[in-house]
């Protein structure tokens, strides 16, 4: 957790050994350690070996870089080093204070000098120092003082920082309060329906109080209000850090509350020095013993209680152990590896909507509030009995589709105008025809409202205010944005939902063109340009002049658009390799402002009229635990449909939303595309972080091997761009390799068989 501990006092005082003796080994800092690692002993000119002070800089900027690195993570973190100076350790007050820790320092200046004289000549000779380097550190001891803000202990005194249980006494009854998320109703009625606020119970709080719902303000308001109860301890969730960075005036990541939760508090004028205060308040977990049981309540669930939670990183008690998915199988650890009389109770994360209680001895208190689930609570009585109440919410954001602004004179007109005066939407002219998309601005920093949405694939004659062509709406994939994590989908879809395969290729659109009364087509954001001109040759290879026709005066009568996938083996090869080009219609919409399109049975009767191939129906989820099973099934490494490998599919649920999902060899082979193009353009990879698997780092060795070997003949590295033909001429190399080796080893076999 959160501490930091100094020790203090001149080398042969003792530090390391009393580090060593109380197993602090693995938690610590040691400028001495990393001067070795810089650097190998070497000689003195008095024939002594020792280390060289000349790396002191460089020496001290890397601990600090490795502090500060821990301290992101809430690691407890202890430095073996002198302290002698005050302006040395106003430098870790200063970290300390950025980063919500506290200070200890163990004071090992009462040993005698003459003691540290004589243990220093018993160290390894290169981590000996000079009698009079003691000598000045003594005399700075008694003048440079500890900063304040730094809790100056002696050694036999670290047992009472460690973290120990707390015995709770005299409470009738110990409320545990689930993740909050902005709903204060539901914990209001939860109060009230309790009796209230009583002196005679302990509440714990588990963390997450703000962001997602619609009444943080209130939240934040009610948390202030009784922070300062002794029967009150507020613990800290992921999500309060947003609330430290608001109060603190520092940039905040988060969309959610940058867009929701921040407008709501500045409206209700709340002091950000009194949530200043608030944060300084939360703690990172509780253990405590009540009438024989002892209850472990953090906010995200560890598998395991260690011989002290102080060296529990803070980050594991605000985002659990493992994935966001392994609650359960964290929750069974937990049961398996502690006593029978300890219990936990933890919120966070519950994408299996499990019960409060999952097992005999652990409660989930994650009810989707926020969502319209419930608020839950369990509460321990003095009898010993648990109790678990769950308190549904009824103010709650209601996910769906913005209506369309009222623009019933010229709707389009509108449009225009609005998509115009959004500096995150792009405009691209061909004539009167304008094509408006989302700027690479607006991907980058997930700018996406009503408007950037809506801009993706959309083509507007603004001299006549119509819509020529149009695509999909924007939509994203299972787990990209907050609303689409896999946890609040139960209460953001519509059951039924239909799956589709989602085919690999680049998106092309045929709509209507009134001047040359002929058909349009369009693809991307362009009007003409090479994928234009690859749709248009699949379009006619696909259809005879007769069905170009029909299909003219169907998108003219109906103002509509076609939208195809455009499988392109020849000119465009994505990550998928078909075993032939093909054209996919994905959608018949409308060419209005808001988004419609033609129902799935319809468009395959009219498909099959004019010969097309259109996107196939993979099944049906009826409800979320089915979703869950399918989600868990298709995102294994090894799944294929039907035998293929593909993309991945299109989810639609009962009321149009929809989502996608992209599969695990799609996104592997996606990513290695990128290392092929950066390994042959320079040899080798900036950052390694997609080499996580032997497969990645056996194609990264393959792709160097071939650009050395071109290097070395002083040819041009002459390599496909597709990612389909080099997987192909990776496994072929590879396999000869194997074979290769495997030859080479008969050999060798075969020649020791005969000697």
Known sequence: MRTLLLFRGAPGCGKSTFIKNNYLERFTLSADNIRMLYQS?????????????????????????????????????????????????????????????????????DVPIDVCKRQNRQRM??????????????????????????????????????YHPTVVTGYEKIHHIGDIHGC?????????????????????????????????????????????????????????RWLWNWATDQYIPSREFVMYTAPQLEAAKISKSKVRQLYRKFVQCSLYEFNGKTVFVNHAGLSYIPSNLMFVSTRQMLHGVGRYQDVKLTDDTFMEETNECIYQIHGHRNTADLPIKVNDRCFNLE??????????????????????????NKVFREFKRAPEPDTSETPVGDLVTMMRGNKYIDEKKFGSISSFNFSREAFREGIWDHQTVRARGLFIDTEKNRIAARSYDKFFAINERPETK???????????????????????????????????????????????????DMFFAATTAEIRESIRDF????????????????????????????????????????????????????????????????????????????????????????????????????????LKVKLDYYRFWKRMRGVAAETFKRGMLTKTSFLATPLANEFYGWARKRYEDAKAAGEPLDMPHDICTLRDMFYADTAAMKRAELDKLSGVVSSEVHQ
Request: hydrophobic letters at 35%; one cysteine or more.
């Open 41 to 109: 002993p070497e000689q003195m000119v008095d024939g002594s070996v020792g280390i060289s002070q000349k790396n002191d800089s460089i020496v001290w900027k890397t601990l600090f870089q490795i502090l500060e690195h821990r301290m992101k993570n809430g690691d407890f973190t202890v430095i073996d080093a002198t302290n002698s100076k005050t302006e040395e350790m106003r430098r870790y007050r200063t970290l300390a204070k950025e980063y919500r820790y506290r200070i200890y320092l163990v004071d090992m200046t």
């Open 125 to 162: 000779p290169f981590k000996q120092v000079p009698d009079e380097v003691i000598d000045r550190m003594y005399a700075r001891f008694a003048t440079q003082q500890v900063p304040s803000g730094i809790k100056v202990i002696k050694p036999d005194e670290l047992d009472e920082i460690l």
């Open 184 to 240: 204060y109703s539901a914990l209001r009625q939860y109060l009230d329906e309790n009796g209230g606020l009583k002196d005679s119970e302990l509440y714990i709080f588990t963390g997450d109080y703000i962001d997602r719902g619609l009444e943080n303000a209130e939240v934040v308001k009610f948390l202030i209000s009784i922070a300062d109860k002794p029967n009150v301890l507020l613990l800290e969730g992921n999500h309060e």
């Open 367 to 392: 009810g989707g509030v926020e969502f319209g689930g419930s608020l839950r609570c369990v509460t321990l009585s003095s009898d010993g009995s648990f109790k678990c109440t769950e308190t549904p």
């Open 486 to 536: 896999l946890d609040s989908l139960k209460h953001r879809l519509q059951f039924p939902i239909t799956c589709y395969v989602k085919e690999n290729g680049f998106l092309g659109m045929v709509s209507y063109d009134e001047t040359a009364d002929d058909l349009m087509f369009a693809s991307k954001s362009s009007l003409n340009g090479p994928f234009v001109g690859f749709l248009k």
């Open 555 to 658: 998108v003219r009568e109906n103002n509509v658009t076609f939208v195809f996938e455009c499988v392109d083996m020849d000119n465009d090869p994505h990550v998928i390799k078909y075993p032939k080009s093909g054209l996919y219609l994905l959608d018949i919409i409308d060419n209005a402002a808001d988004f419609h399109r033609m129902d799935y049975e319809t468009m395959c009767k009219l498909a099959g009229k004019w010969g097309l191939t259109p996107k196939k129906k993979a099944g049906i989820l009826e409800s979320y635990g089915e979703l869950r099973e399918f989600f868990d099934e298709v995102m294994e490494p090894d799944y294929t449909y039907e035998g293929d490998v593909i993309e991945g599919f299109v989810l639609e649920d009962d009321a149009g939303v929809m």
